[in-house]
């Protein structure tokens, strides 16, 4: 079997690539360890930054996000009850899309298999060889094993996949920071708490209230790396969530039975180079954003559109420029990102090592953004995402 481009991981990333490699007529095979049922029930973000709403219009992806997507022009900052709308469309002109990672996944899926492309689900023991030669990719499907070979392998296959395992650890530098805390997610079938998302300080920690649609809810709380779900009750959840919230918020919370319940720790991870040979990384493979500055997915999604923009280049004028510019092109970017998602958290979020002095810091840095037009716009300019340079 051959291909242009194989793609290891069927997330967003992975099907996006797959999505704009199609439309230029690049052939490419992508290979999921998982079924699709269950790349489908897992709850990740749910805020799409102007530019990723924009990708998926202008690609034809977009047709359902833009019918039932919400779009919000505004969210609300919350420092100890003390509360403060950051208007983005007026601060920017630029505005988000709440619309689910899981529906953004399905609609990339729907197409992929409308198109013809081939995915190959429950692939087991994905393995790259040759990657700085004559890439050829070997998996396991119903027993069997089976060889691609590839003119490249585009590594999309999220933090624990095979793809940045693959390159030897010498060639590969990583920068990493670890926080002391994860969140407690809940989805519930109630309406949202407010029209836009709020993300609230508190010293008993960090809340986010946000939403799925107009009756679905995504509720989070700051809570211990080693939490187990089965200490938290819905009861425990919501009285929780309420004492974190300001008053008029906590009075319009609707309590019901959540439908999903899980902790995800919180990390700061850069790879570099996202290059090695003919083996390219991108999305979750290449970085993770803690979750607070709604990053990691909209990023997911500019590196594969210039992974695209490098690969057409490639195969429609044999320039290699594209290619080997990728890695500087989309790191300088990333490194935005991460810096806005690390402030967002540090801002936040209530650390535990803090000490007074920490803690008033982080009220002035509330305080001097709600008096500052200028604060508010770098918060407004990054949370609606930074342009593609390049
Ligand atoms: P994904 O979505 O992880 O997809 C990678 C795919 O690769 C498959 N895979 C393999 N396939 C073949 N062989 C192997 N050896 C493989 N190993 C893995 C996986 O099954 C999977 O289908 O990465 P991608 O496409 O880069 O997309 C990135 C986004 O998913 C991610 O940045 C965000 O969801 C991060 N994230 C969140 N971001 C937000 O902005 N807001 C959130 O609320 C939010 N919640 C989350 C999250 C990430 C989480 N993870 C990774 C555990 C909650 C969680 C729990
Ligand atoms: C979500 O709805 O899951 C969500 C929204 C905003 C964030 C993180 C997660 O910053």
């Known amino acids: 079997m051959r291909t242009k481009v194989a793609i290891i991981g069927a997330g967003p990333a992975g099907l996006m690539l797959g999505h704009l490699l199609g439309r230029e007529g690049i052939d490419s095979l992508i290979l999921e360890r998982q079924s699709p049922g269950y790349v489908l029930q897992r709850i990740r973000a749910g805020v799409l930054e102007q530019g990723t709403v924009d990708l998926l219009r202008d690609s034809g992806a977009g047709a359902r996000m833009l019918a039932e997507g919400l779009p919000h022009t505004g969210i609300e900052l919350s420092f100890d009850g003390d509360t403060h709308r950051i208007d983005l469309a007026a601060l920017t002109g630029r505005s988000v899309m709440v619309y689910g990672q899981t529906e953004v996944t399905r609609d990339l899926m729907a ?8 995915t190959v689900y429950e692939a087991a023991d994905v393995a790259l060889h040759d990657v700085g030669g004559a890439p050829r990719v070997t998996y396991v499907k119903d027993g069997r094993t089976h060889e691609l070979a590839c003119d490249f392998i585009a590594g999309c296959d999220g933090f624990h996949g095979v793809s940045r395992a693959s390159i030897p650890p010498s060639a590969l530098t990583v920068f990493e920071r670890v926080y002391p805390f994860g969140w407690l997610g809940v989805l519930v079938d109630k309406p949202p ?5 709020i993300y609230a300080h508190h010293a008993r920690g960090f809340a986010l209230c946000s939403m ?3 009756t679905r809810s995504r509720y989070y709380l700051q809570c211990r790396i080693e939490e187990s779900v089965e200490a938290w009750p819905d009861d425990r959840f919501y009285a929780e969530l309420r004492r974190r919230l300001s008053p008029a918020a906590a009075a319009a919370l609707q309590q019901g039975v959540s439908i999903e319940k899980s902790v995800a720790p919180l990390r700061s991870v850069v790879v570099e180079p996202l290059r090695f040979g003919r083996l390219f990384l991108a999305g979750d493979a290449a970085h993770i954003v803690p979750p607070t500055g709604a990053k990691g997915l909209n990023l997911a999604m ?3 559109r210039c992974l695209f923009e490098a690969f057409a280049d490639h195969y429609r004028g044999n320039s ?3 290619i080997d ?3 500087a092109r989309v790191l300088r970017r990333i490194w ?8 967002m958290t540090t801002l936040l979020h209530a650390f535990p090592e803090s000490d007074g002095f920490s803690r008033r810091i982080q009220r002035a840095d509330f305080d001097y953004l709600v008096s500052s037009q200028a604060a508010q716009t770098v918060l407004a300019e990054n949370y609606t995402g930074l342009p593609i340079e390049g």
């Open 111 to 118: 197409l992929r298999a409308q198109s013809g492309a081939a």
């Open 193 to 197: 708490v407010a029209d836009e998302l």
């Open 212 to 214: 799925r649609s107009a």
């Open 302 to 304: 500019s590196d594969v």
């Open 320 to 322: 290699a420029a594209g």
């Open 325 to 327: 510019h990728y890695s």
């Open 336 to 343: 935005k990102a991460e810096r806005f998602s690390w402030w």
